[in-house]
């Protein structure tokens, strides 16, 4: 779907009447013009009910290679810890006014004894994601379902009344695969994109690399072919996270892109559908190399910078309050005329 | 006042313990630290009464120099659109929980047929900043009065139940006396501290520039002291500012800094009491080449760039909710122990 030119048009010239020197709003002008063509009119409303969906999945990668610095179960216990509200993206979205849906995408392991309730993980697409550095993370069948699944998601949110998603991602080992789809859709180096992650130390980052390096050797032909990249070293999450972003371009749901994860999903959305950027702002630059690479791609310079690395889009719930803020500016402040304030000479 | 450093130092040991990869909050981290300093606690909280007090005053140099895109009539046109609430300080306290003052320090002009309330002006210094390019800005029976002015604010911003002040600037030409008090005590160049402000043109800028370098000559023996350069080169709302700062400092109310203006003040009242800095968050890095260089003077880092050069508090206002969100996570998130999630492998 395309976003709307000429409610852009406007909303640049409206910016220009308000009470205010020109442009002296910064990058916040820019997000109001965006916020205009994805809302269709001007001057553009603060968004009325954002909604976060965080896709949850395990990686072999990490257990079998030794790339993060937490075990395994800690992406479960994560879920559980989303279920019951303590988690940082709960706590964010709540004073954002944002509602929040945890999705098990491909959690290997199950929640017998815990609160989490059935429906969170009733559409896994499988257990784990294959060890990318040694074989594909996921068949032919298990993308197609991701993908479908992430679109059924975008369908249930704007349904649900949203207006806005927050994409997240939450899962120990993912920016092993993000890093791997960054560097073949790119061509940076490794050593360049490869981070720290959740905190590893140098001896976990060496072996990182070697994973990243593994991984991309293996797609040495598929650079061309965004989602054998997404089957072969991506994962179900990240699948699930490309049809989301695909379909939200179509049906006209604008996204605040989150950290490294999520942009990496976006780049491959990017690349099959080219002009999906459009709907998507950058809420912040996270701490991780990628995400760098990724945004500059995609040629999205993001709201925050704060080095934050905690995934699960509390980068994007950060950024929330800010473009709503500038929403509001556009959408209440005087112009020149209504409060009789003298704007400068025209010469 | 001296912060509460054992409270800084459990908010750091407490961050740790929450439920989230170390250090992986980024900046947010940094500023629960302050606020547990502030807030003499651990963890701290978010702050229940952010107060924004806005001083206002009119500077003769822009009048008489032509240092400014804007007639001074501005300056009681905005005073105005403050006490109608169409003002963006308004709008964005409005959404971030906080009360709005507007105090009249050194307007030029008067209000007779607006709807400003007489107790704005009551305490007026003087009708505009002498032309700091040629006279003194303040007499030093002026500079007495604004600084008891700005002692007194925060006295009533905290009987009131303040716990956070949001100091904010208004008036026509005022980033002209912030730049030479800048360039003053941070021994910078003319050109290096002399912005566009509201977004003059360049031949706008080189009369700045000018009035910047004749005031700078006028006071160049001054520059160590602070006092005099308040009232030779500054204004009576610089000088409110300056004495808000101080008493801020001594009294223990933290304060978010905004922009140029606000950080030349607060410049001023470092250097009068080394530490004051220590109560202090920098809001954003606003567009002005000065407020950089008075930032990395003070030693501060701000939350957030996005080019504002609004003034009123806007770029503190926008931090506000950056600041709020992460001593909510400070204050909410789960441990690692209360959660049940794995930390790391302590080797």
Known sequence: MSI??????AAAAHLDRLAKPRGSLGRLEDVVVWAAGVQGRCPPSPFAAPRVVVVAGDHDVARLAGTSAYPPEVTAQMVAAMVAGTAAVCILAERAGAAVRVVDAGVAADYSGSEVPAEVAADRVRAGAGAIDRTDALTADELDR???LGRRLVTEERAAGGD????????IGNTTPAATLVAALTEEDV??????????DDATWMRKVTAV???????????????ALVRRVGGPDI??????????????LPVILDGVVVTAAALVAE????????????????????????LDRL???PLLELSLRLGEGTGALMALPVLQAALALAADMATFDSAGVSDRDPG
């Open 4 to 9: 709307d030119e000429a409610a852009r048009t």
């Open 146 to 148: 991701a993908l479908a």
């Open 164 to 171: 806005l998603l927050v994409p997240g991602d939450l899962g």
């Open 191 to 200: 050593i360049a994109v490869t981070g720290r992650g959740t905190g590893i």
């Open 213 to 227: 390096r593994d991984a991309l050797w293996r797609v040495r032909d598929d650079h061309d072919d965004p989602l």
């Open 239 to 252: 699948a699930v996270l490309v049809g989301m972003l695909q379909a939200a371009a179509e049906q006209g």
């Open 271 to 294: 690349e099959l559908a080219p002009g999906s950027s459009d709907w998507w702002v950058a809420g912040h630059r996270s701490a991780e190399p990628a995400h760098t690479a990724a």
């Open 299 to 301: 040629g999205l310079s």
